[in-house]
């Protein structure tokens, strides 16, 4: 079955830049989705077709999948960003997840 | 604006059967142009895709629960649902219902409800 791999953390400091990535298979040439889950609250959509912000996320969310890995790139870093963010691809008529990325803003 | 809202059984006895239903409201379950998924959650542990249906009938699985899981579209209540068989403590999560968008390889959840804790105990 297809996986998609990130790394369980990255930080990153108040104001900096702070990148995810998210490896699979042949991703390039697959559209990948982000979504920002806090805690004690439902995933939201953050990215979808690579790089396309849905209406209301802030412009410093920006994603790229020109190569593998794809990433999910975050400008200006908030302290409210601090969250869990998983990507997401469609293979084979299934939807996977990846592992989350544990994002703490120090 | 769309809001999803799950329903369903806070405890099911391990070997019984997990039922939810996912409420729609503020657009039409009918919709040629969306699907609607299944996504559940362990404590602490990472996003599970169960599945997704069309109101069409059209449905797909996670081949991991295929065996176990029904989804199915009630067009008249605008809602759809969720059955899970033989469930065990490993089914233990926070169920999620999802408006699915998905057009050739292009498929993602951008509508999501507030989660349900569904705990498998006897």
């Known amino acids: 079955s297809y996986e998609l791999t990130q790394p369980p953390s990255v930080s990153v400091s108040p104001g900096q830049t702070a990148s995810i990535t998210c490896s699979g298979d042949k991703l390039e040439y697959k559209y990948t989705s982000w979504y920002q889950q806090k805690p004690g609250q439902s995933p939201v959509l953050v990215i979808y077709q690579d790089k396309k912000r849905p209406s209301g996320i802030p412009e410093r969310f920006s994603g790229s999948n020109s190569g593998n890995p794809a990433t999910l790139t975050i400008s200006g870093t908030q302290a409210t960003d601090e969250a869990d963010y998983y990507c997401q691809a469609w293979d084979s008529s299934t939807a996977v997840f990846g592992g989350g990325t544990r994002l703490t803003v120090l | 604006q769309l809001q999803l809202h799950e329903s369903g059984p806070g405890l099911v006895k391990p070997s019984e059967t997990l039922s939810l239903i996912c409420a729609v409201s503020?657009?039409?379950?009918?919709?040629?142009?969306?699907?609607w998924g299944w996504v559940r959650q362990p404590p602490g542990k990472r996003l599970e895709w169960i599945g997704t249906t069309h109101y069409s009938g059209s449905t797909y699985y996670s081949p991991s629960l295929k065996s176990r899981v029904t989804i199915s579209v009630d067009t008249s209540k605008n809602q759809f649902s969720l059955k899970l068989s033989s469930v065990t403590a490993a089914d233990t999560s926070v169920y999620y219902c999802?408006?699915?968008?998905?057009?050739?390889?292009?498929?993602?959840?951008?509508?999501w409800g507030q989660g349900i804790l569904v705990t498998v105990s006897s």
């Open positions: 999802a408006r699915h968008s998905g057009v050739g390889a292009n498929h993602y959840f951008d509508y």
């Open positions: 503020g657009g039409s379950i009918s919709s040629n142009t969306y699907y």
